[in-house]
């Protein structure tokens, strides 16, 4: 059987994991394609939102000037979380720390 391709609004990166999660873990059935391409989608969404924080900062002025959290802290926490839960859902045993995770730089 053919593996399925990758969705292609995903990342050149979460074209690669797919590939590789799909081929490693044969991951073949309906209910687990989507919880990967799920999974993927927030992963995508937190390496935005850290390259956002990592442009703007993490902490940013309102509009009167006073310090106010970068919303896309929340976006990438929440974004993470449920990269995480899609690994938990499928049962791969991926090691999270191996995974590029650049620091916050300014």
Do not use: C
Not at 34 to 61: F, K, N, T
Not at 84 to 100: F, P, R, S, T, Y
């Amino acid at each position: 059987m053919k593996s399925p391709k990758a969705p292609p609004h995903l990342s050149d990166e979460a074209k690669k994991l797919w590939k590789t999660l799909i081929s490693e873990y044969s991951i073949s059935d309906s209910g687990g394609l989507a919880v990967l391409r799920s999974g993927l989608e927030a992963r995508d969404r937190a390496e935005q939102a850290r390259l956002d924080i990592a442009g703007r900062g993490l902490i940013l002025s309102d509009r009167f000037g006073q310090p106010k959290s970068n919303p896309a802290a929340t976006i990438e926490r929440d974004s993470r979380s449920q990269w995480l839960q899609a690994i938990k859902q499928l049962g791969l045993d991926i090691d999270v720390a191996e995974q590029k995770i650049t620091p916050y730089r300014r």
